[in-house]
């Protein structure tokens, strides 16, 4: 089988034509082949290895290597292995922390890559649903308006002014702008509409938030304290977080479950690789 | 990831605000989730396995290949990870060239990066990291992609093995852009370990002065560069800007990344943004294109699976970095030359974060923002902070709850353009910033203004624009603001919100406007002095005796927002 074949065998992306291209520029007699005489180390790059950096090349230039780009993909990996055979000769590799993490690495991606996970039954993510509830559950949405009052600026009039707010807010009603009361607040809006808890946290500070959800639903409250300052509010709802049904979180509680099985099957592989040594190790 | 036990999982799982155990093994969390992520794993990792995905004749030749493979072409692969675990476990076979058995570690990058991309909610950019460092100067590059693991994996990530030349690299990414019809946009890290490279006006190989062609190039594929990182500070250096009293932040400028060089002076004006803005407007009137137009932001570039900022929850640079005693002593790079060079904890800080103004949290959202430099960058704090400029702002839109539409509609964010202004038409600013609600109050707001005099000199200025306390803290002879004090107790590494302001608002007006002057506008905000990581160590290890007197123990946070451009016709 000649190396183009098994490239054509290899590769079964639409991409072949381009490489066909790419492997007719060069033509097999220009195909890398060592020089080496009998009994010094040879070194050959095979078509396997030449098909994988042609594509590898392929995959990063969206095109075929030229003749002159290919020579030099050859004459790069020679000069790599020349200069990995010498460093081992020398035993450079040996006690090299990259080295061996890289090692390390590439043994735990031995059970990654094309394994794939299986899917789970609709009664396991159930129940992986109902064992990791916290982290499906949804957060409360909070409906709400403000009026911010500024400390810097009111000082000790900020307890009497926040009073005079409240009562006009709320015997008023909706007659009367709220954002047109109260102090600016920079980038922060005065009415919120079903906004997820922890964007509040983030937006007011926890502080804040925590009373927001304590406080009753229909009037202006306060004031409640921020980060910034004090807070006349007045909530409309809080819809409570749920656990949502299974359906509506399938594929996260399947990306879950396929998340604990890989990790249980790494486990797995270190367990039985461990087993193979009897380990010895100082007092921690 | 390099030296780090945690993975990719643990890198999402930690920024969603999830509890992880450190690779020291404690319990580590963010006090507030982020919005988003990008894992940029450097390239030169990457690519262990590519190529020969299945079928691989050099695989079937062996019977457990063979057995492998058949039992995955039905679907078995649960049966065939077991064959695997029972094959390894004999550790009879040599692995043969079964990397060509396993599919590459970038496209499995990208499939853990799907797995917690949840727009709305939390994104994780897809993205790498080019990391070239010619001489040890850091040239790195984070490589980002609008695109999902669907058009990605189609690509394997240039890496500093194909080339240390940026140029090759943008060659890469029009080459993904063209054939693939994607979008990628590269960013470079913070200079200042560039040995004068990073903004050097001249092509990486020949060394020849750029062309129009580069500059093309670098402002389309480079439309934001980082200010601030756990190395150092790659705003501007006080050797460049001797009259910004607050430029001596966080400098990390010995030497190299390779700890190989000394920095010497004439390197420093290549290496800092503001200095290469203010270049850019020369190479502009020159060239007609602009190769340093770029916005401002801050990242962490940890590597440890633990993105954090806060000076009080900082998880480190590295995992010799992570909370403990020792850290202090840590010595991140360790020069081959000269103790002088090595880069020490004692000069890192727990930086930065990237702001961005998008109209959701989905990765084309937040990448198209990118692209147009609607961002800013934090030395780690969440404070916010948000400009707009224009002709025909009265100031009165400062003060509406919904200033930015009326800002927008009658201006340009940050990142944008300015056109000639019309026969007496002065651009002003409209300008809010807001601290971080679990942190520390404000100082001032101040604009810096880079300009190109008509002899072809640039020039700098930094203006004060609105401070907390404005009654009692009135300019001085100099035009300047006096400084917001300190509240801090660096023994106790306490500090207390009783000076500075919680948020502040400016409509600023340029005093010296010249409509024929080409210029930048960018704004940076100061928060009051805080501790730092070191006085939070001091303190919680009590290392009152064993580390030194002297030490960057407070710092001023602040954060940098992009620059809006004034083109003169």
Same mark, same amino acid.
């Given at each position: ?30 195909? *890398? ?45 020679? #000069? ?51 064992? +990791? ?97 004090? +807070? ?53 | ?65 063979? @057995? ?61 990291? *080019? ?150 407007? @020369? ?5 007609? &294109? ?37 850290? *202090? ?24 974060? $990237? ?47 919904? *200033? ?29 910033? #807001? ?34 306390? $404005? ?35 400016? +409509? ?10 080409? $210029?930048?506008?960018? &704004? ?44 003169? $016709?």
């Amino acid at each position: 089988m000649s190396w183009r074949e098994r490239l054509h065998l290899l590769l079964k992306e639409p991409i072949i034509p381009f490489l066909m291209v790419g492997a007719a520029l060069f033509g097999l007699q220009a195909f *890398w082949s060592p020089g080496g005489s009998q009994g010094s180390a040879e070194i050959v790059v095979s078509d396997e290895q030449a098909a994988t950096m042609v594509k590898a090349f392929v995959r990063t230039w969206q095109r075929p290597p030229s003749q002159e780009e290919l020579q030099r993909l050859f004459d790069d990996h020679v #000069r790599t292995e020349v200069l990995v055979r010498e460093a081992m000769a020398l035993g450079l590799d040996r006690n090299d922390t990259i080295v061996r993490r890289r090692l390390r690495q590439k043994m735990e991606f031995v059970n990654e890559g094309e394994l794939k996970l299986s899917l789970a039954s609709n009664q396991e993510l159930q129940g992986h649903l109902m064992a +990791h509830a916290d982290s499906f559950r949804s957060e409360p949405l909070v409906s709400f308006e403000q009026v911010f009052l500024d400390p810097a600026r009111r000082g000790d009039r900020l307890n009497r002014d926040a009073a005079a707010f409240k009562a006009q807010l709320n015997s008023k009603g909706q007659g009367l702008n709220p954002s047109a009361l109260g102090d600016p607040l920079a980038m922060i809006e005065s009415r919120w509409s079903e906004e997820r808890r922890s964007e509040l946290v983030a937006q007011f500070g926890s502080t804040f938030t925590d009373a927001l959800l304590e406080q009753p639903r229909g009037s202006w409250v306060g004031p409640i304290p921020s980060a910034y300052g004090m +807070h006349l509010v007045r909530v409309s709802s809080v819809k409570p977080g749920a656990l949502p049904p299974l359906e509506q979180v399938l594929d996260a509680v399947q990306r879950d479950w396929q998340a604990d099985q890989r990790q249980d099957q790494q486990e797995e592989l270190y367990r039985q690789l461990l087993a193979k040594y009897s380990v010895r190790m100082p007092q921690p | 990831m390099a030296g780090t036990k945690l993975g990719l999982d643990e890198a999402y799982r930690f920024a969603r605000g999830e509890t992880v155990t450190s690779n020291s093994g404690q319990q580590a969390a963010l006090k507030r989730p982020l919005d988003f992520l990008v894992v940029a794993d450097h390239s030169e990792n990457l690519g262990l396995a590519q190529g020969l995905e299945a079928s691989n004749p050099e695989l079937l030749k062996s019977s457990l290949g063979q @057995q492998l493979h058949d039992l995955l072409k039905a679907g078995k692969g649960r049966e065939a990870f077991y064959l695997l675990v029972q094959w390894m476990a004999k550790g009879s076979e040599a692995l043969v060239s079964n990397d060509a058995y396993l599919t590459s570690v970038w496209e499995m990058n990208n499939a853990v990066a799907e797995r917690y991309n949840n727009p709305g909610t939390f994104t994780s950019l897809i993205g790498y990291e *080019w990391t070239s460092q010619p001489g040890g100067g850091n040239l790195h590059r984070v490589v980002i992609f609008r695109d999902d693991k669907a058009l990605t994996d189609r690509i394997l990530p240039f890496s500093a093995f194909d080339s240390e030349d940026v140029e090759d690299l943008w060659a890469f990414m029009a080459a993904y852009e063209s054939q693939l019809g994607g979008r990628v946009l590269a960013i470079p890290h913070n200079g200042n370990l560039s040995s004068g490279t990073m903004f050097l006006p001249q092509h990486q190989k020949s060394r020849m002065a750029i062309d129009a062609d580069y500059a093309r190039m670098r402002q389309r594929f480079e439309p934001i560069t980082e200010v601030t990182q756990a190395k150092g500070t790659g705003e501007t250096h006080p050797l460049l800007s001797p009259e910004d009293e607050f430029a001596n932040f966080n400098i990390v400028d010995n030497s190299n990344l390779g700890g190989i060089k000394p920095t010497t002076p004439e390197m420093i004006p290549y290496e800092y943004a503001r200095e290469a803005l203010r270049r850019g407007l @020369q190479l502009e009137q020159e060239l007609g &294109v602009n190769p340093f137009k770029f916005g401002l932001i801050g990242s962490t570039d940890s590597h440890s699976s633990l993105p954090s900022t806060a000076e009080d929850n900082w998880w480190g640079k590295s995992p010799a970095l992570e909370p403990s005693p020792e850290r *202090w002593k840590d010595v991140l790079i360790k020069s081959s030359k000269d103790a002088s060079l090595d880069l020490t904890a004692l000069q890192l800080g727990a930086s930065g974060l $990237a702001g961005v103004w998008a109209s959701g949290n989905s990765r084309t959202a937040l990448w198209d923002a990118m692209a147009r430099k609607e961002v800013f960058g934090t030395s780690g704090t969440r404070l916010t902070a948000r400009v707009y400029g224009g002709y025909d702002y009265t100031g009165e839109e400062i003060n509406s709850a919904d *200033w930015a539409k009326s800002a927008c509609a009658k201006g340009v964010p940050m990142g944008g353009d300015l056109m000639a202004a019309a026969e007496g038409q002065v651009p002003s600013f409209l300008i809010q910033a #807001r601290k971080d609600p679990d942190g520390a109050n404000l100082d001032r707001i101040q604009i810096v203004k880079g300009w190109l005099d008509a002899s072809g000199q640039t020039h700098e200025q930094v203006f004060d624009v609105s401070w907390s306390d $404005a009654d009692q803290r009135t300019r001085g002879a100099d035009g300047k603001v006096p400084s917001v004090g300190s509240s801090v107790n660096v023994r106790e590494a306490t500090y207390t919100n009783t000076i500075g302001a919680t948020n502040l608002t400016a +409509h600023w007006t340029d005093p010296s406007f010249d409509p024929s002057q080409k $210029a930048f506008y960018y &704004v940076r905000v100061l928060e009051i002095p805080t501790p730092t990581w070191l006085a939070y160590d001091r303190k919680n290890f009590n290392l009152y005796d064993e580390m030194p007197d002297k030490a960057p123990y407070t710092s001023q946070e602040r954060a940098y927002t992009s620059p809006i451009w004034y083109n003169p $016709a």
